[in-house]
Every structure is written in structure tokens, then in C-alpha cells.
């Protein structure tokens, strides 16, 4: 079953690229990515579909993009 999380980013690549990286070197299973720019504001909105595997969980996720700088809030959607 595929999970989701909202993550509220600074706006441009450099978020998006640090984001999807680090799921990359920890073995997240990507599903999709969507990054889309909150009006009126320097942050984005970044929702990432992962795979819920059995070796890597969504809390170890959002605990380790929890660690970036350019990520101010993140939590899972249905």
C-alpha cells in the first residue's frame, strides 16, 4: 500500500533535489512527486507517494527528512 506525505519546503530545485535524494540513499521506494509553489510565499508544497515496504517505514522517512534545513513541516495525507 502506497503512503503519502505533504512537506512544506523552501520554493525551487534545490528543496525537490535534497528531498528525493536522501529517500534515494536511504532505499525509499519513490512512487510520484509533486511540487507545486504556495502563492504569495517563498515555500512550496512537495507531496511524495512512497511504497510502505516492510524494511523501511513512513516514521523513518519523515524522521529523516525531519533532519534538512530546507524542510519546515511534513506529515502524512491519506
Not at 540513499?25 to 512512487?31: A, C, E, L, N, P
Not at 511504497?51 to 513541516?73: F, R, S, T
Amino acid at each position: 500500500m502506497d503512503k503519502k506525505l505533504l512537506c512544506r519546503v523552501d520554493s525551487g530545485l534545490e528543496a525537490l533535489i535534497r528531498v528525493v535524494g536522501l529517500l534515494k540513499r536511504k532505499r525509499f521506494d519513490i512512487r510520484s512527486v509533486n511540487l507545486e509553489e504556495i502563492e504569495n510565499s517563498q515555500y512550496s508544497n512537495l507531496e511524495i507517494t512512497l511504497k510502505d515496504g516492510l524494511e523501511h517505514g513512513i516514521k523513518q522517512a519523515i524522521n529523516q527528512m525531519e533532519k534538512l534545513v530546507n524542510v519546515y513541516d511534513i506529515r502524512e495525507i491519506n
